[in-house]
């Protein structure tokens, strides 16, 4: 064997060694053992699949967010002045009652928040969801779905609304 052979042979062995070295990475992180979360309302379930989408993506773990008292298709229908989603869109002070509390926050680093678009915003129960919790030292991220609205109103309006928190990047699934 020439000493260009053994060199080759050399550099190919390294490489193979430094390819097969273990990943710090788990199936459910983003980045160095970073955990994700992917919290989402959904009214309809079109919300409820694109997170699951996106956990399955990201390699999150999912909550729902799911409200004390069930959305009606009536409580939705957003033509009547007097259904329940049209007063508390119109009462930005509305905070609908969520059921529970993520009980393992101090897992995640980085918590996707899911809902549908309601009158070019997130709904109100959003704002519920977040000041039950405290999202210091996390990374909050926005995701929607809409039949026509974009995302960036709604996460604008979060970051508005809730400056103390550091906010990532948007994305609108359908």
Not at 23 to 40: F, G, H, I, P, R
Request: one cysteine or more; glycine letters at 6%; proline letters at 4%.
């Amino acid at each position: 064997m020439n000493i260009k052979t053994l060199l080759f042979a050399a550099a190919v062995a390294a490489c193979l060694n430094g390819c097969a070295q273990p990943s710090n990475k788990s199936e459910n992180t983003m980045d160095n053992n970073k955990k994700t979360l992917v919290a989402y309302f959904s009214a309809t379930g079109t919300t409820k699949r694109a997170a699951e989408q996106l956990a399955q993506e990201l390699g999150a773990d999912l909550y729902a967010i799911t409200p004390a008292l069930p959305y009606s298709d009536a409580d939705l229908d957003w033509r009547d002045k007097q259904s329940r989603s049209t007063l508390e869109m119109n009462d930005k002070s509305s905070r609908p009652e969520v059921q529970g509390k993520i009980d393992n926050l101090a897992d995640y680093d980085t918590i996707w928040i899911g809902f549908p678009v309601w009158w070019y915003t997130a709904p109100t129960i959003i704002n519920t969801f977040i000041e039950k919790h405290d999202f210091t030292g996390k990374v909050l991220c926005v995701f929607a779905t809409s039949g026509g609205s974009g995302v960036e109103g709604s996460a604008n309006d979060l970051k508005k609304a809730y400056p103390q928190y550091k906010w990532g990047e948007s994305r609108l699934l359908n």
